[in-house]
């Protein structure tokens, strides 16, 4: 039985913001933003928009795209770190606007930017445990990334949101079973109850990542089939490595590390420079999936599925046939290194929305960056040339409220 995901769909918020004006007012040099930590732009919310309008839109979108009857969707799974509510989950709002069947079960997960691919192996294993009965799942990963104006993460911040169905005909990426786990409790990134923004320690963050990563692709590597010939490695069995992306030097630091591993524990194999011949595996294997993250920044848990949805977006149709390899990172912290089968039939589904997504936002400058970043979430109207399916139209009686005012 293939399980996997059918098709993805994302939503990017309405507004964005270029690093190099960021770089300006923060008296930075730009090239330390676009070199140092790869990111060309931001995604930011406009008043109108939170966790719900993203994830709901991205929802909506993929139910429209796969023709779907809402009512064969039996499980609904939300990860995401930006909650709405202490008791009611992000996914009890998404379930009633996109007018779910009632016969679906309905929650939230939480772990850091871990959590999408919690979901996604949660539904998964729900989709093979029902055996031939037919079962779809909706798993969608949102969030918005917010660290306080002037510090070391406010360039790594970002927003979107990536949904996926996943059932028992994936046409997008059909899920290995072998996956290698890793998980520690560490204090690298952390947001107490009744704060917006995230705390985090920056270079530990870096090196926690980096060790589950050794961890989880160690694990990984162990139950791979067949066995690897005599200098034979796991670079040479994908086509291309997807990482978490806080920001998209990170990857460049995850797939050295990788590499590391991966070719030392390949007899045999000759490697005269590692770093040389790293970052040419780099230009091949990676950078291609990191384009549109680089205008996106940090969107926590849906990062990694954005980075895949934007790869089958431009390389679908070469990829039918080709295996990549996935990890997954979130703090605090529990990681996953899996694999997937691109299937020959990707081209159907590719269009992700990505490109799309991307052209139609507004640019703001960083006075409006930084009032955005100030104000309270009271909702509002849409802006001109809105994209998003719903909005956040304000709190009353103490209840979030939202309308629906696209496709
Ligand atoms: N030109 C080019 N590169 C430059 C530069 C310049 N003028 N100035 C600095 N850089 C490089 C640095 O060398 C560094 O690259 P390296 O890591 O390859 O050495 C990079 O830019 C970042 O500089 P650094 O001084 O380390 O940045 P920072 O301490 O201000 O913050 C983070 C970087 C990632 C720690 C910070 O953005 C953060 O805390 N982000 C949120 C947490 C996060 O995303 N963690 C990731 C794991 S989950």
Redesign the pocket.
């Known amino acids: 039985m293939s399980v996997g995901i059918e098709r993805l769909a994302v939503y990017v918020p309405a507004y964005a913001l270029k690093l190099e004006d960021l770089a300006a007012a923060r008296g930075?040099?730009?090239?330390?933003?676009?070199?140092?930590?790869g990111l060309g732009e931001m995604a930011l919310v406009p008043p109108c928009e939170d966790v719900v309008t993203l994830a709901a839109t991205a929802g909506a979108r993929l139910i429209g795209a796969a023709h779907l009857d809402p009512a064969q969707i039996g499980m609904l799974l939300v990860a995401t770190e930006t909650p709405v509510d202490h008791a009611k989950p992000v996914a009890s709002f998404v379930h009633g606007l996109l007018g779910l069947s009632s016969h679906c079960r309905v929650w939230d997960l939480t772990h850091?930017?871990y959590a999408g691919t919690a979901a996604l192996m949660t539904a998964a294993d729900w989709v093979r445990a029902g055996g031939h009965r037919v079962r779809r799942a909706l798993v969608i990963a949102a969030d918005i990334a917010r660290?306080p104006l002037g510090?070391?993460?406010?360039?790594?911040q970002g927003a979107g949101a990536v949904a996926m169905l996943v059932d028992a005909e994936p046409q997008a990426l059909i899920l290995s079973e072998d996956t290698g786990v890793h998980a520690r409790h560490v204090h690298?990134?952390w947001r107490p109850l009744g704060r917006r923004e995230?705390l985090?320690?920056?270079?530990y963050?870096?090196a926690?990542?980096l060790d589950a990563l050794t961890g989880a692709f160690t694990a990984f590597r162990a139950l791979e089939r067949p066995p690897f010939e005599p200098g034979e490695a796991f670079t040479d069995r994908v086509a291309h490595l997807l990482y978490?992306s806080?920001?998209p030097?990170?990857a460049?630091?995850a797939h050295r590390r990788l590499v590391e591993i991966d070719w030392r524990a390949a007899p045999g194999r000759v490697v005269e420079d590692l770093d040389t011949a790293a970052a040419a595996s780099f230009r091949e294997l990676v950078a291609p999936g990191l384009e549109a993250i680089a205008r996106v920044g940090?969107c926590y848990t849906a990062s990694l599925y954005f980075c895949l949805a934007a790869l089958l977006e431009a390389q679908g149709r070469r990829l039918g046939g080709r295996r990549l390899g996935l990890f997954s990172?979130g703090?605090g912290s529990c990681a996953e290194f899996f694999s997937g089968l691109v299937p020959a039939s990707v081209a159907a589904v590719s269009d992700a929305g990505v490109a799309a997504s991307l052209a139609r936002r507004t640019y703001v400058d960083v006075a409006a960056y930084e009032r955005l970043a100030r104000a309270p979430e009271t909702g509002g109207d849409p802006p001109p040339g809105f994209a998003g399916a719903f909005i956040f139209e304000g709190v009353r009686g103490e209840q979030r409220r939202y309308a629906r005012v696209g496709i």
């Open positions: 930075v040099a730009p090239e330390k933003y676009r070199d140092g930590l850091a930017c660290y510090s070391p993460g406010e360039p790594t690298d990134f995230a985090v320690d920056g270079q963050s870096i926690c990542y978490h806080p920001f030097k990170m460049a630091k940090n990172y703090s």
